[in-house]
C-alpha cells in the first residue's frame, strides 16, 4: 500500500463528486481534523466554496456531492452537519495500513515538493561572542531547513556573517595598541571583545583614536595587506568559535559568506539603479522611492541604499545579496529569519526587488520577537548579554540533575552525555515551542520538567516506547498492518498519520511552533495509551498490535524531534 494524505484524498473525493453533479471545483482547501470527533475525523468544507462559486446553497451542494461520492477503502462513513459541512469517518482497517504504510516510507508519506529554496539564518557578528539574542535566528532557521528539506526542497542554509564595516578599523586600532598576546591565545574571542569594548572607553577621552579608527577601515576597504591580513585573522577565530557553537546545536550550513562577499557589487548596482530610474538622487543620497501602492507606510520612507559621502548602507547589501543568490541559486523562494525590528527593513528590500523585476522568487520574512532572561531584557548597553555557551552549559547542569535523578544506575559517562543531549534541546525546544512573533523569556524550571510541554518530556515518552519494546526482547521491527480495536488505540493511530500534515503547515507558515503543539499532544496521547492499556502482559493477538503501536509512535515522535533539531534518545 502505497501512503496517503488523507485530507488531500478527501478532498480529491469531493472534487469528483463535486464535478459528477456538474459543479465547478477550483482551488479546493484541502479537509482538516474536525474539532470534536463525534463528528468524524475529517471535515471538507469545500461545500461552501463550490457554493458561491456556482451560486447555489451550501447544504443542497453538500447533499449532492454526499450523494455522488465514489466508494473507496479509506472512507467509512460520511455526514453532513449545520449549514453544509461535510464530515468523514475514517476505516480502522484502511487507518492501520495507512499508518504502516507512512512509518516505512523514508519521509513518512509526505508527498515530495519541488524546488529550491533559500533560508538565511544565524548571521552573527565576526570578532564577538554569539549570544542569547543569536539563539532565535538559529534554532528557528534550522528547524525550518529541516522540515522544508524533508519536504522534498532542495535548500540552502546561508550563514550571513556579519564581517564588514567601520568596527573593524577600531579593532585594529586597539589590536595594535592594547592587545594582550596571551590573553588572545587562550581566549581569542575574548580578547577582541576586551579591546574592542576598551577602544570605546578610550575615544571618549581621546577623539584622535575615532580618526584613525576611520583611516585604518579606509585601507582595509582599498585592500591594505597588513590590515587585510588581520581582518582574516578575525574571521578565523570567529568561525572556530562559530562552529564549536553550531556543532553542539547539530547545525551545518551549506553557504557562509559575510557582507564583504559583495562589497564589489554595491556601487555598480546602485549606479544600475539610478541608470534604470528605480533609484534617485535625493540631496546628495541616492534612494530609492516608493508609492502607495507598494505597501504601508513605504511612501513616506525611502530605501536609502548611499549616502551622501558614496558610503553604501546595510539595504545596498540586501540587495546584491538577494541579486547574487538569484543569480547563484534560482530559487524559488527565500527566507529570511530575523527579529521583528527588522520588519520594515525587509518590507522595503521586497518592494524593492519587485520593483527591479527580481520576481523569481517568494520573498519571506520570518520575523520573531525578542528573547530575555528572568532578570531582564537583554542589552549589550546594560553589560547583562548572556552569551549562548554559557546558556547551554547551564542548561547541561540543570539537565544533569534530571537525569541523575531518573536514571542513577548508568555510568557518570553517560549521565553526562543524557545531560548535555536533554540541556541542549530544553533550551532549542523552549523556543521553538512559543509562536515565533511572541516574546519569549527563559525560565528553567518550565523548560526542564517532564511534566508540560518540553524537550525533556518528550524525549522521554520516545525512550519510553523504546524501553518497552527492550523490556520484551525486541531488538528490530519490521510493521505489518494491523486494525485498531480500542478506541484510545484508533485515537493514537489517526494522530500518528498526520505528522506529514502538520510539517507542511508548519513550513507554509514559518511556524516550528505548529509542530511542537503536534508533538506535545502526541506524546501524552502515547502516554495514554501505555498507561490504559498493558502492552507486554496483553494477550498474543494484543500484545503484537499494541507493539506495532509502540513502535510506529517511536518512528513519528522520533522523526517530529530531528526535524526540530533534537536528536530522540533510547533511554534517558
Same mark, same amino acid.
Given at each position: 500500500?502505497?501512503?496517503?494524505?488523507?485530507?488531500?484524498?478527501?478532498?480529491?473525493?469531493? &472534487?469528483?463528486?463535486?464535478? #459528477?453533479?456538474?459543479? /465547478?471545483?477550483?482551488?479546493?482547501?484541502?479537509?482538516?481534523?474536525? &474539532?470534536?470527533?463525534?463528528?468524524?475525523?475529517?471535515?471538507?468544507?469545500?461545500?461552501?466554496?463550490? %457554493?458561491?462559486?456556482?451560486?447555489?446553497?451550501?447544504?443542497?451542494?453538500?447533499?449532492?456531492?454526499?450523494?455522488?461520492?465514489?466508494?473507496?477503502?479509506?472512507?467509512?462513513?460520511?455526514?453532513?452537519?449545520?449549514? +453544509?459541512?461535510?464530515?468523514?469517518?475514517?476505516?480502522?482497517?484502511?487507518?492501520? #495500513?495507512?499508518?504502516?504504510?507512512?512509518?516505512?516510507?523514508?519521509?513518512?508519506?509526505?508527498?515530495?515538493?519541488?524546488?529550491?529554496? *533559500?533560508?538565511?539564518?544565524?548571521?552573527?557578528?565576526?570578532?564577538?561572542? !554569539?549570544?542569547?539574542?543569536?539563539?532565535?535566528?538559529?534554532?528557528?532557521?534550522?528547524?525550518?531547513?529541516?522540515?522544508?528539506?524533508?519536504?522534498?526542497?532542495?535548500?540552502?542554509?546561508?550563514?550571513?556573517?556579519?564581517? =564588514?564595516?567601520?568596527?573593524?578599523?577600531?579593532?585594529?586600532?586597539?589590536?595594535?595598541?592594547?592587545?594582550?598576546?596571551?590573553?588572545?591565545?587562550?581566549?581569542?574571542?575574548?580578547?577582541?571583545?576586551?579591546?574592542?569594548?576598551?577602544?570605546?572607553?578610550?575615544?571618549?577621552?581621546?577623539? /584622535?583614536? #575615532?580618526?584613525?579608527?576611520?583611516?585604518? /577601515?579606509?585601507?582595509?576597504?582599498?585592500?591594505?595587506?597588513?590590515? &587585510?591580513?588581520?581582518?582574516?585573522?578575525?574571521?578565523?577565530?570567529?568561525?572556530? @568559535?562559530?562552529?564549536?557553537?553550531?556543532?553542539?546545536?547539530?547545525?551545518?550550513?551549506? @553557504?557562509?559568506?559575510? @557582507?564583504?562577499?559583495?562589497?564589489? !557589487?554595491?556601487?555598480?548596482?546602485?549606479?544600475?539603479?539610478?541608470?534604470?530610474?528605480?533609484?534617485? *538622487?535625493?540631496?546628495?543620497?541616492?534612494?530609492?522611492?516608493?508609492?502607495?501602492?507598494? +505597501?504601508?507606510?513605504?511612501?513616506?520612507?525611502? !530605501?536609502?541604499?548611499?549616502?551622501?559621502?558614496?558610503?553604501?548602507?546595510? +539595504?545596498?547589501?540586501?540587495?546584491?545579496?538577494?541579486?547574487?543568490?538569484?543569480?547563484?541559486?534560482?530559487?524559488?523562494?527565500?527566507?529570511?529569519?530575523?527579529?521583528?525590528?527588522?520588519?520594515?527593513?525587509?518590507?522595503?528590500?521586497?518592494?524593492?526587488?519587485?520593483?527591479? +523585476?527580481?520576481?523569481?522568487?517568494?520573498?519571506?520574512?520570518? =520575523?520573531?520577537?525578542?528573547?530575555? !532572561?528572568?532578570?531582564?531584557?537583554?542589552?549589550?548597553?546594560?553589560?547583562?548579554?548572556?552569551?549562548?555557551?554559557?546558556?547551554?552549559?547551564?542548561?547541561?547542569?540543570?539537565?544533569?540533575?534530571?537525569?541523575?535523578?531518573?536514571?542513577?544506575?548508568?555510568?557518570?559517562?553517560?549521565?553526562?552525555?543524557?545531560?548535555?543531549?536533554?540541556?541542549?534541546?530544553?533550551?532549542?525546544?523552549?523556543?521553538?515551542?512559543?509562536?515565533?512573533?511572541?516574546?519569549?523569556?527563559?525560565?528553567? @524550571?518550565?523548560?526542564?520538567?517532564?511534566?508540560?510541554?518540553? %524537550?525533556?518530556?518528550?524525549?522521554?515518552?520516545?525512550?519510553?516506547?523504546?524501553?518497552?519494546?527492550?523490556?520484551?526482547?525486541?531488538?528490530?521491527?519490521?510493521?505489518?498492518?494491523?486494525?485498531?480495536?480500542?478506541?484510545?488505540?484508533?485515537?493514537?493511530?489517526?494522530?500518528? /498519520?498526520?505528522?506529514?500534515?502538520?510539517?507542511?503547515?508548519?513550513?507554509?507558515?514559518?511556524?516550528?511552533?505548529?509542530?511542537?503543539?503536534?508533538?506535545?499532544?502526541?506524546?501524552?496521547?502515547?502516554?495514554?495509551?501505555?498507561?490504559?492499556?498493558?502492552?507486554?502482559?496483553?494477550?498474543?493477538?494484543?500484545?503484537?498490535?499494541?507493539?506495532?503501536?509502540?513502535?510506529?509512535?517511536?518512528?513519528?515522535?522520533?522523526?517530529?524531534?530531528?526535524?526540530?533539531?533534537?536528536?530522540?534518545?533510547?533511554?534517558?
Amino acid at each position: 500500500m502505497s501512503p496517503q494524505n488523507a485530507p488531500s484524498l478527501i478532498t480529491a473525493l469531493v &472534487r469528483e463528486a463535486a464535478l #459528477a453533479a456538474g459543479f /465547478t471545483a477550483d482551488e479546493l482547501e484541502p479537509a482538516a481534523p474536525t &474539532r470534536d470527533a463525534a463528528h468524524g475525523d475529517y471535515q471538507s468544507n469545500s461545500a461552501f466554496r463550490i %457554493a458561491k462559486a456556482n451560486k447555489q446553497n451550501p447544504r443542497a451542494v453538500a447533499q449532492a456531492i454526499v450523494e455522488r461520492l465514489p466508494a473507496h477503502a479509506a472512507v467509512r462513513a460520511v455526514s453532513i452537519a449545520g449549514p +453544509g459541512f461535510i464530515n468523514f469517518t475514517l476505516n480502522d482497517a484502511w487507518l492501520g #495500513a495507512q499508518l504502516v504504510a507512512q512509518c516505512e516510507d523514508a519521509q513518512l508519506g509526505l508527498a515530495q515538493r519541488q524546488g529550491r529554496v *533559500v533560508i538565511d539564518y544565524s548571521s552573527p557578528n565576526v570578532a564577538k561572542r !554569539m549570544h542569547v539574542g543569536h539563539l532565535r535566528s538559529t534554532v528557528i532557521g534550522a528547524a525550518l531547513h529541516n522540515m522544508t528539506r524533508f519536504a522534498g526542497y532542495e535548500v540552502i542554509a546561508d550563514n550571513h556573517i556579519g564581517d =564588514w564595516g567601520t568596527q573593524f578599523g577600531k579593532l585594529i586600532v586597539a589590536w595594535r595598541g592594547w592587545l594582550d598576546a596571551e590573553a588572545y591565545e587562550a581566549d581569542p574571542i575574548g580578547e577582541l571583545q576586551r579591546i574592542y569594548a576598551d577602544f570605546e572607553v578610550r575615544a571618549e577621552a581621546d577623539p /584622535t583614536l #575615532a580618526d584613525q579608527a576611520r583611516h585604518e /577601515t579606509a585601507k582595509l576597504q582599498a585592500g591594505d595587506p597588513d590590515n &587585510r591580513a588581520l581582518w582574516r585573522q578575525f574571521i578565523e577565530v570567529s568561525l572556530q @568559535e562559530f562552529n564549536t557553537l553550531y556543532a553542539r546545536l547539530g547545525i551545518q550550513f551549506d @553557504e557562509v559568506l559575510g @557582507e564583504s562577499a559583495y562589497n564589489d !557589487m554595491l556601487q555598480p548596482l546602485v549606479e544600475s539603479l539610478l541608470a534604470s530610474g528605480v533609484a534617485q *538622487v535625493s540631496d546628495g543620497a541616492v534612494v530609492i522611492p516608493f508609492e502607495d501602492a507598494d +505597501g504601508p507606510g513605504l511612501a513616506k520612507a525611502p !530605501m536609502l541604499i548611499r549616502k551622501r559621502d558614496g558610503a553604501a548602507l546595510y +539595504g545596498t547589501t540586501d540587495l546584491a545579496t538577494a541579486r547574487y543568490r538569484l543569480d547563484r541559486w534560482s530559487p524559488t523562494r527565500i527566507v529570511y529569519v530575523t527579529d521583528t525590528r527588522q520588519q520594515f527593513h525587509f518590507q522595503q528590500l521586497f518592494a524593492a526587488c519587485k520593483k527591479l +523585476g527580481w520576481t523569481q522568487a517568494e520573498l519571506v520574512h520570518c =520575523w520573531f520577537g525578542l528573547l530575555s !532572561m528572568p532578570e531582564g531584557t537583554m542589552s549589550s548597553r546594560k553589560g547583562n548579554v548572556v552569551n549562548l555557551k554559557d546558556l547551554l552549559d547551564e542548561a547541561a547542569r540543570h539537565a544533569r540533575a534530571l537525569v541523575d535523578q531518573k536514571s542513577p544506575n548508568l555510568s557518570d559517562d553517560e549521565r553526562a552525555k543524557i545531560a548535555e543531549a536533554v540541556g541542549v534541546a530544553a533550551v532549542r525546544y523552549a523556543d521553538l515551542s512559543q509562536n515565533p512573533q511572541s516574546d519569549v523569556t527563559f525560565r528553567w @524550571e518550565k523548560m526542564l520538567t517532564l511534566d508540560g510541554n518540553t %524537550a525533556p518530556f518528550l524525549m522521554y515518552s520516545y525512550a519510553r516506547c523504546r524501553s518497552l519494546q527492550a523490556k520484551g526482547g525486541i531488538t528490530a521491527w519490521t510493521l505489518a498492518p494491523f486494525t485498531p480495536v480500542e478506541p484510545v488505540e484508533r485515537e493514537l493511530t489517526i494522530a500518528l /498519520t498526520r505528522l506529514n500534515e502538520v510539517v507542511v503547515s508548519a513550513i507554509d507558515g514559518s511556524r516550528p511552533n505548529t509542530l511542537c503543539d503536534y508533538l506535545f499532544n502526541l506524546a501524552g496521547l502515547i502516554n495514554r495509551y501505555y498507561h490504559d492499556l498493558p502492552v507486554l502482559t496483553a494477550a498474543p493477538e494484543d500484545r503484537d498490535r499494541r507493539l506495532q503501536v509502540i513502535e510506529a509512535s517511536a518512528r513519528v515522535l522520533g522523526q517530529g524531534l530531528k526535524l526540530l533539531g533534537i536528536q530522540p534518545l533510547d533511554r534517558m
